[in-house]
């Protein structure tokens, strides 16, 4: 992807896409500890009464490639409310609830957002 022209919309989507790939990532567990009660063993009435989950599959190699590099872009600005409002916003949280979390009018949120992203295309281009 080096030879690629960056814009503000993939940017963006880039972002939506690391934060979507680092929520399939496998929860981090502590080795060494375990549980002493037996295994429970349901009958198969049981497990069709049960709820089912869907399946999370993990990501594939070159999307925690993405994610990581995409990461690594954080580190382009300067300003730490910048690069909150680029986190938040690809984590697609609800302008008001970003506003209350900075601090700042939706105006000024959005306006933050618009800079931080064109600064990464910027530097990136």
Same mark, same amino acid.
């Given at each position: 992807?080096?030879?690629?022209? /960056? %814009?503000? *919309?993939?940017?963006? &989507? !880039?972002?939506? *896409?690391?934060?979507?790939? +680092?929520?399939?990532?496998?929860?981090?567990?502590?080795?060494?500890?375990?549980?002493?009660?037996?295994?429970?063993?349901? %009958?198969?009435?049981?497990?069709?009464?049960? &709820?089912?989950?869907?399946?999370? /599959?993990?990501?594939?190699? *070159?999307?925690?490639?993405?994610?990581?590099?995409?990461?690594? /872009?954080?580190?382009?600005? &300067?300003?730490? &409310?910048?690069?909150?409002?680029?986190?938040?916003?690809?984590?697609?949280?609800?302008?008001?609830?970003?506003?209350?979390?900075?601090?700042?009018? !939706?105006?000024?949120?959005?306006?933050? /957002?618009?800079?931080?992203?064109? %600064?990464? %295309?910027?530097? +990136?281009?």
């Amino acid at each position: 992807m080096e030879n690629q022209k /960056w %814009t503000k *919309e993939i940017v963006a &989507d !880039r972002f939506e *896409e690391a934060v979507r790939t +680092l929520r399939r990532l496998p929860a981090v567990r502590v080795n060494g500890y375990m549980s002493a009660w037996p295994e429970i063993i349901y %009958t198969k009435r049981e497990i069709a009464m049960m &709820d089912q989950k869907p399946k999370r /599959w993990p990501p594939t190699a *070159e999307a925690i490639s993405n994610m990581e590099e995409t990461c690594k /872009w954080i580190n382009l600005l &300067d300003e730490i &409310d910048d690069r909150k409002v680029i986190w938040l916003r690809a984590s697609r949280l609800p302008w008001k609830e970003i506003c209350v979390k900075l601090g700042v009018a !939706r105006s000024t949120a959005n306006w933050r /957002w618009q800079k931080a992203i064109l %600064t990464i %295309t910027h530097k +990136l281009n």
